[in-house]
């Protein structure tokens, strides 16, 4: 059982990873965003309690995200098969809660290029009818006629998330919070991270990645 944060920029593959880790090991994906959605949905006391802070225009505290994933920690598949975590934490404050609940195996540190990560968003396309996804920039994801899906015929359209402006401001404010987050584990104990390669998230293969982690 091991207890593993996924640690990256936003588009840099976390999700992508953890899918693929999850096909061969019993370890569970907790995704903070998962989990916001799932407690809003269900109009949970702490879903309530963040809509009340994202009603007002406010961030979500730290505190509402930690007891949330805290809640997550107490159920049995976490519990009897360890965690993925994806989205959290984003700041040393998040780091240094998530200590008092949890001795980590390590930290999965993705690293990728700005231009790459640019490229994977801002290229990103979908289609309004059948919801492929398709990426201008990247020649096998790229559809046969622009502007139109392959499956469907159905027009495609970037996402107001991923147009260049809001990766900037998304970008900047994770190099903002990340050096000092993983400078914190790394003062901690530095072979809890493991360095692994976004451009390659998807290629990574079974054998390397159960030699990489505590899998
Ligand atoms: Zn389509």
Redesign the pocket.
């Known amino acids: 059982m091991a207890k593993i944060v996924l640690f990256g920029a936003p588009g840099a593959g976390k999700g992508t990873l953890a899918g693929k880790i999850t096909k061969f090991s019993d370890i569970v994906h907790v995704s903070t965003g998962d989990l916001f959605r799932a407690n809003l949905k269900n109009k949970t006391p702490i879903g309530m309690k963040a809509k009340e802070y994202m009603d007002n225009g406010e961030l979500v505290p730290d505190s509402v995200v930690i007891g949330m994933v805290k809640k997550r920690f107490k159920e049995d598949d976490v519990k009897e098969n360890g965690f993925l975590l994806d989205g959290f934490p984003r700041t040393v404050e998040q780091a240094k809660a998530l200590d008092e609940v949890a001795d980590l195996d390590a930290v999965a540190y993705i690293k990728i290029d700005k231009d790459v990560l640019e490229k994977r968003i801002t290229g990103r396309r979908s ?6 996804i398709y990426n201008i920039y990247n020649e096998e994801l790229t559809p046969e006629e622009e502007g139109k ?6 027009d495609l359209m970037q996402r107001d998330d991923d147009t260049k402006e809001t990766f900037e401001k998304r970008y900047q404010t994770y190099v903002d919070q990340s050096e000092p987050v993983i400078e914190y584990y790394r003062e901690k104990n530095p072979d809890l991270i493991v360095e692994l390669d976004g451009s390659r998230t998807m290629a990574y293969t079974e054998e390397e990645l159960k030699e990489l982690l505590p899998l």
Request: hydrophobic letters at 10%.
């Open positions: 289609c309004t009818e059948c919801g492929a899906c392959d499956k469907c015929d159905g």
